[in-house]
């Protein structure tokens, strides 16, 4: 026993001593020896695409004319502000005061009222008050008392339905949100949860960091499906990224009758509640209709997932976002609170931003006029745009798109042509990462491959916003038009 | 045709016997299904009716992969992620809820034996009032609303340095605020971190080695979980230690090794702890990969010599450790002639031999003498670690895609704050030298308040914001606490809380020697207020010391 320890401790020192000799000794941290879990999960969405695009824009900013084009336009996410959307005033104000309350004070109010209308000051008090004087201090670990009752009314008017601030969490995003659901229900790893195809990739993530198994919903020939696998959750986002469907309400309650019968937690994913474009398909939360099918489903397990970063608002940097739990039991509502508390707080201008989002202000108030014209410029505008470029894709060789309902993407399919998919594969590269490379290499377009979010093999998609800013559209259309002629003509 | 085999009934009276049958049919039937699939796609295509398509895709899958025999039922505390339930974190624990609760009924006039409940549970400055720092809070109003800029009248508001600091944000972020940024961070608060990692070791900081994060525990957090495989994996952590660290093991599935600080050497960190510590994991077949070291620490306040440093690397390196360096008190040492020394400034001061020992370093905007912990405000650096590693690192950056912008320009004013002559300076340095001085002050008056209650010691904080006192307790309390079936450092700080009205951490939270009792108390709070409190305390202390004699 002895001998066996002293051996192997000669052997050790003598293969550092080999290692150090050969100036190579291996560390401790490398690509073979961390959690394959994370290995494992990708996400396109930020991707190879999203790199190219950085590399591109640095090379740019060194050099403008080395580029068959002026500028990177990122269509690859859903980020309305780096597109030119402007930000709300009457959230901006709010914000700015809630930094600098110093503004408020006597020596600076009568200044300060000639640039914020007075419910601007009044919201940024009662803020700032809620959150004991200060953004700088940690705020309770679920998020501001106030700002989760705030959030309560908003969804009770929302869904004519009772909502309790101890069922809301705020987050510092939605990712954070989902990020936390999903890790709270793999109990283990046979534990499979749903998420559709093509599917916003932080699902299929999340699931493969904390070690659970996807269970897509589109059949097809690659799933294997494992009678291990224990299906506890679906993923439903609705409206839908990056399809841009919008669930009627049949479709909602027959998924929530099959899930009750199987007792499986529905996570509904509402972030592009207010992103709708089809007046006939209205949006209706999983909660609301989940209510309105009585006593028999009280008992229903339902976290539903809203958002600063997309809606009128696009306030994605803040990162600030809730979930709400409904018929969650108690005794895990308490552990999401421990794991909340962990992270110690979301960052108290996102929660701010929320509560803005939830509130805004009322037709009596001074801000309602100008907030009222922001966001129906930005919705009309965001109206236009997305059946500008559907009707766009629609009249490329190859393409079909559908015309969006809601959210921010436009989905299309390509047909490649057999030569561009040989090429392709002689590159190592799947065939619509080609066409996407391609594209943003010859143009400054960046969009996202299909292979990111699923799609029936042998199908091509990408994902694009419809974001680019209406008096540069145009050129932006024509860019593509033209890369995509040149695309088909090449290989045909 | 697509219509009519959606009408199937779902079959739920399976069992197990016959569950094999169902899945080979099931699966015969979704093959028909895929075959018809083109058409049915060309028919979602034109008639867009993703809703039935759903459907019958959701209850295909689920006849298949649902598992009547081993059905979970609806989700409570013991069929959630197991790893959840075990993670503890007495920062936020059940005496703060009562804290809360005693705050509420305060306010509302319910409850009137103090005047309100002294928050000594966690380093969170501006909820006991301290001030934020003028100039940061004064760009950021700006980047918020940047229209303000284009007012000539600005400039009656706001210094000159502050309007180009806000402008030069307003640019450096392309869109403002209200924008995504990159996942790492924006480019140009990452190359200020570099800077000011660069102006204090003294050697280049490669931009793709830094991360911002919203708060430095994100960091932590997003490490741990690139490094922690199965839980054959530990990591050694310091006890006591801010118990982040051990609730971040549980959740990832990692294991604690824990290492002992020494009390009698004012928390020191000696190499023979550690040497036993990573022997006795080894015995049971734990692959000790990584330690944390808190420096300053938390909850001890301690500050590591350079020459102690030096050992632990050289431990490090023969053990094959990767140093996780929680520095996010680097600006908070109070003792004279102490100073405060980063380990990648050791580790590059050591030369070649040791570059391939990995480093993990982490800094915060909440601590130090800004205390801006609601803003979310971190990075963390790397060095000495792969490219490949670094690339996954970024991609778990990416699934959250950035940290959140305020907080981000917090970070690049703390690490570029205003320079001498500029109409800021003198202002920002008034704020700082002040608030450094009073923290400094508070922990030296509330170190000699407690030392003066009988059967408490303490030592006074080098750094941080926390002292970590022991208490001796009598042997009838700790057999009411065990009646109870409470820990009697746990029983104890809550007599604190609801007899004194100050909220205290038992050391249990943290850990400590078995059989020694210790609390985590800051220092945050005004000299008169810990003055109160103290006083309070000692009151109730001694009535516990005489009940149970």
Known sequence: ?492 | MYRKQQKYVMGRELDQKNYRNKVQKTKNKSQTFKSEKKDVQDYHDTKNIIGDELIYNIKELMRINSHPSLQINNLNVDNINQRVRDAQYAVRGELVTIADQMQRDISSGKRSDFEKVVFCNIGNPHAVGQKPITFIRQVLSLVEYPELLENPNVTLLYPKDVIERAKEYVIGSRNGVGAYSNSQGFDFVVRDVANFIEARDGYKADLKNIFLTNGASEGIQMFLNTIIRNNMDGVLLPIPQYPLYSALLTLLGGTKVNYYLDEEKGWGLSIQELNSAVTKAKMKGINVRSIVVINPGNPTGQCLEVDNMKEIIKFCHRENLIIIADEVYQENVYTEGKKFTSFRKVLLDMGEEYRDVQLFSCHSVSKGFLGECGQRGGYFEINNIDGEVRDQIYKLACTRLCPNTLGQLVVSMMTRPPKEGEPSYELYERERNAILSNLKERSILLTKELNAIPGITCERPQGAMYIFPRVELPTKFIEEAERLGKKPDFLWAKYMLEEAGVCVIPGSGFGQKQNTFHFRTTFLADQDTLKDATQRMRVVHERLLKEFS
């Open chain 1, 1 to 492: 026993m002895v001998s066996t320890t002293s051996s192997s401790k000669t052997q050790l020192v003598n293969s550092s001593n080999i290692k150090k000799l050969n100036g190579m000794r291996k560390k401790v941290l490398n690509e073979d020896t961390i959690n394959p879990c994370i290995k494992r999960c990708e996400y396109a969405v930020r991707g190879e695409l999203a790199i190219r695009a950085e590399e591109l824009r640095e090379q740019l900013e060194v050099n403008p004319d080395s580029l068959p084009f002026k500028h990177v336009i990122n269509t690859n996410i859903g980020n309305p502000q780096q597109l030119g959307q402007k930000p709300i005033t009457f959230f901006r104000q709010v914000t700015a005061l809630i930094e600098y309350p110093d503004l408020m004070d006597d020596e600076h109010i009568e200044f300060t009222k000639q640039f914020f209308p007075k419910d601007t000051i009044e919201r940024a008090k009662a803020l700032l008050e809620s959150m004991g004087g200060s953004s700088g201090a940690y705020s309770h670990s679920k998020g501001i008392p106030l700002v989760r009752k705030h959030v309560a009314e908003f969804i009770e008017e929302r869904d004519g339905y009772p909502c309790s601030p101890e069922d809301i969490f705020l987050t510092a995003g939605g990712s954070q949100g989902v990020q936390t659901i999903i890790q709270l229900t793999i109990a283990n790893e046979n534990v499979g949860i749903m998420i559709p195809i093509p599917q916003y990739p932080l699902y299929s993530a999340s699931i493969d960091m904390y070690g659970g198994k996807p269970v897509y919903y589109y059949l097809d020939e690659s799933n294997e499906w494992s009678i291990d696998v224990n299906v506890r959750v679906l993923c439903v986002i609705n409206p839908g990224n990056p399809t841009g469907q919008c669930l009627t309400e049949d479709t909602i309650k027959e998924i929530i009758q099959i899930c009750h019968e199987e007792r499986i937690i529905i996570l509904a994913d509402e972030v592009y509640q207010t992103n709708i474009y089809d007046d006939s398909r209205p949006f209706l939360s999983f909660k609301k209709v989940l209510r309105s099918m009585g006593p028999e489903y009280d008992d229903f397990e339902l976290f539903s997932f809203h958002s600063v970063s997309k809606g009128m608002v696009g306030e994605c940097g803040r990162r600030g976002a809730y979930f709400e739990c409904t018929g969650i039991d108690k005794s895990v509502i308490d552990e999401l609170y421990k794991m909340a508390s962990v992270n110690l707080c979301p960052n108290v201008q996102g929660q701010v931003m929320v509560d803005l989002v939830t509130r805004p202000p009322k037709e009596d108030e001074p801000s309602y006029e100008l907030y009222n014209a922001e966001i129906t410029e930005i919705y009309d505008s965001l109206k236009r745009r997305a059946s500008k470029l559907a009707s766009f894709f629609n009249s490329l060789e190859g393409v079909t798109c559908h015309h969006p309902q809601g959210a921010l993407y436009l989905f299309p399919k390509v047909v490649l042509p057999e030569k561009a998919i040989t090429e392709a594969r002689k590159l190592g590269k799947s065939p619509d990462t080609y066409y996407c490379l391609e594209l943003l290499n010859n143009t400054g377009v960046c969009v996202v491959p299909g292979t990111g979010f699923g799609q029936v093999e042998g199908t091509f998609h990408f994902r694009s916003t419809f974001l680019p800013p209406e008096e540069l559209f145009d050129e932006f259309i024509e860019k593509i038009k033209v890369f995509h002629e040149n695309f088909m003509k090449r290989f045909n």
